[in-house]
């Protein structure tokens, strides 16, 4: 029985401590671990935002560079081409120039060849008429003592050039 | 009769003790197989089993707190 | 696991030390009256108050420290000395300790017409001198946590030591039980849970470790324990909403049972009180019964020490083995008798600030808390 009556002195003094305890804690010490607590909880969800937020960024960027570097390597691809094709066509030009200049060095050539030919022809030919002449000349000096004969032949001879010249 | 009066203050807390016992061997009982069938809401259930001890065990502490006044 | 092995081990160590120091008392007392050991003396003993602090008997002598008595006398106004003027049953200006009759050990005043009488006994005793100790130690283990956190700022990584254990605690309570038994408004109520908590703990653990700044049995008196439940009542009732008040005047059930005869507002009105007078006898029983069981245990031995030596050594081993495991089982109560009245309160005051809004669940609990 005596333990389940409460002592007044100890009330008191429970009161009394109990009370300060009370006030102290509620005053400066829960509401600081609590708060505390919570803003750590708040800013830990934040940077877990936050690091999803540059995650998804760093996603972006990667695919942007690669777009980057596929857009580049296309482009690589294009101004190859493009260097091979007038590298060709340059090719070809140079080469159709050179045939055309070939060309005008073997006609020029074979112009000459055929000139000189005819030069050559045409002395060989005053050569011939020369001799021929010559020869003429001494077959006529014996022929020709008579001056009919040498009309005649004279006549005949005169056709005979006119017949050729024709 | 002082004698008598110990004998009953101790019999009845006896009494309050069995009946306490049994209510919170029940309890525990039935939150042992809710937590088992679910097993994700063991939490709660050991909250709600707590609480209703404590209200078993209340009944209980009055019963032997009366048997302490009778001792 | 290795680690928690270690620490088993240790708690088993160390409850074993505590068990061989729980014996000092005990002994002194069972030699000191004729070696005829009287358990429930030695019980009453450790459970009640006294006006000076016994340590223990060294070497043939009884330590203790004495306290000071306040007292407010009916003829010479307060009086404040120390209890060494009383020790032994003396008399000093007037006030002794009782020996018998109503005021058993304590202290009474003798009038000039012989009768005597009790005195406003404001004392500083046993027991409040250990409120005095562990009240300080929970204040300095919580504002030493919470000046930990004056000086950080929130990036800094999380506190290690004290503050770590004390923030670990405050989250588990507030998350686990603050939060979804009160409700909403949860933050206003938190501090006093929570200093409720931190208060009982402490007090626990301390009443259960023997030695001399600890060992006051706080928690197991019903002087405390009353005034902690006072304290959940009062802010229970203070705080509460008007939808609280309407349930608990004019509740929803058929009206035969309000207008001719108020029966549920009476039974309501009742289970107001009710629910502070269980958590004030649930806490001082389970944690006096622990510090009984734990002593009884304990002297077993100094029981069993004329019944010859080989009874005495078997039944000592069976009394440490079995007050190890009491010890590691008040370690348990300790924390669990904490923990069920911060969630008591906290049901208590979430009801009480239930609006409209959770209209069914509210009914469910007190028609638990009715049926008692």
């Known amino acids: 029985m005596g333990l389940l009556q409460p002592e007044s002195g100890l009330l008191f003094w429970m009161c009394l401590a109990f009370g300060v305890v009370l006030f102290l804690l509620c005053k400066f010490g829960f509401p600081i671990i609590l708060r505390a607590i919570e803003q750590r909880r708040e800013y830990i969800d934040n940077s877990l935002e936050e690091a999803r937020g540059a995650r998804e960024e760093t996603l972006q960027l990667k695919q942007e560079s690669m777009h980057i570097i596929e857009d580049a390597q296309a482009q690589r691809w294009r101004i190859l081409e493009n260097t091979r094709a007038e590298q060709e066509q340059l090719a070809h030009q140079l080469k159709e120039k050179a045939e055309k200049e070939a060309a005008g060095i073997i006609e020029s050539a074979r112009m000459e060849a055929l000139a000189q030919k005819e030069a050559i022809l045409r002395e060989a030919n005053e050569h011939v008429v020369s001799l021929a002449i010559a020869v003429a000349g001494k077959v006529l000096m014996q022929e020709l003592k008579e001056p009919q004969a040498q009309e005649k032949l004279a006549r005949k001879l005169m056709d005979k050039v006119n017949n050729t010249q024709n | 009769m002082e004698t008598l009066g110990i004998l009953g203050a101790t019999i009845g807390a006896a009494l309050a003790v069995i009946g306490a016992g049994f209510g919170i061997g029940k309890i525990g009982k039935a939150a042992m197989e809710a937590i088992g069938r679910q097993p994700e809401a063991a939490d709660k259930v050991r909250t709600t089993m707590i609480i209703v001890a404590a209200l078993i065990e209340g009944v209980a502490l009055f019963a032997v707190a009366v048997c302490f006044m009778a001792l | ?372």
């Open chain 3, 1 to 372: 696991m290795g680690y928690g092995r270690k620490i088993f081990n240790w708690i088993v160590l160390s409850a074993l030390a505590l068990a061989l120091v729980l014996e000092l008392p005990v002994r002194a007392h069972a030699h000191g009256e004729g070696g005829d050991v009287i358990v429930k003396d030695i019980v009453l003993e450790h459970i009640g108050d006294s006006y000076e602090w016994h340590i223990g008997k060294f070497v043939g002598k009884h330590v203790a420290i004495p306290l000071p008595v306040i007292v407010c006398s009916r003829e010479n106004g307060w009086k404040c000395f120390s209890s060494s003027h009383l020790h032994g049953g003396h008399s000093y200006e007037g006030f002794h300790i009782a020996t018998e009759g109503a005021y058993a050990g304590k202290v009474v005043e003798t009038l000039p017409d012989g009768s005597q009488v009790r005195p406003w006994d404001l004392s500083i005793t046993k027991t409040v001198a250990g409120l005095l100790i562990n009240s300080t130690i929970v204040v300095l283990l919580i504002l030493g946590a919470a000046r930990h956190y004056r000086k950080r700022r929130i990036t800094d990584s999380a506190p290690m030591g004290l503050a770590g254990l004390v923030e670990m605690l405050v989250e588990s309570l507030v998350d686990g039980i603050i939060k979804p038994c009160v409700g909403p408004n949860y933050r206003k109520f938190a501090p006093y849970l929570l200093t409720a908590f931190t208060f009982i703990f402490i007090n626990n653990i301390m009443g259960i470790i023997p030695i001399f700044p600890a060992g006051t049995n706080i928690t197991g008196n019903i002087a405390a324990t009353f005034v902690l439940a006072m304290a959940t009542f009062l802010v229970t009732n203070l705080f509460g909403t008007r939808h609280y008040w309407k349930e608990v005047l004019w509740p929803e059930v058929p009206t035969w049972l309000k207008v001719p005869l108020p029966i549920m507002p009476a039974i309501e009105i009742i289970g107001l009180f009710t629910k502070p007078f269980a958590l004030m006898i649930r806490l001082f029983a389970n944690i006096m019964a622990g510090h009984s069981v734990i002593l009884i245990l304990i002297c077993i031995v100094f029981v069993t020490a004329r019944m010859g030596a080989t009874v005495n050594t078997s039944m000592s081993i069976v009394s440490i083995l079995l007050g190890i495991f009491m010890n590691c089982m008040e370690l348990l109560v300790a924390f669990l008798q904490a923990y069920v009245f911060t969630m008591l309160s906290s049901v208590f005051i979430g009801m009480a600030q239930e609006g409209a809004g959770h209209h069914e669940k509210k009914n469910d609990i007190d028609n638990l808390t009715t049926k008692r």
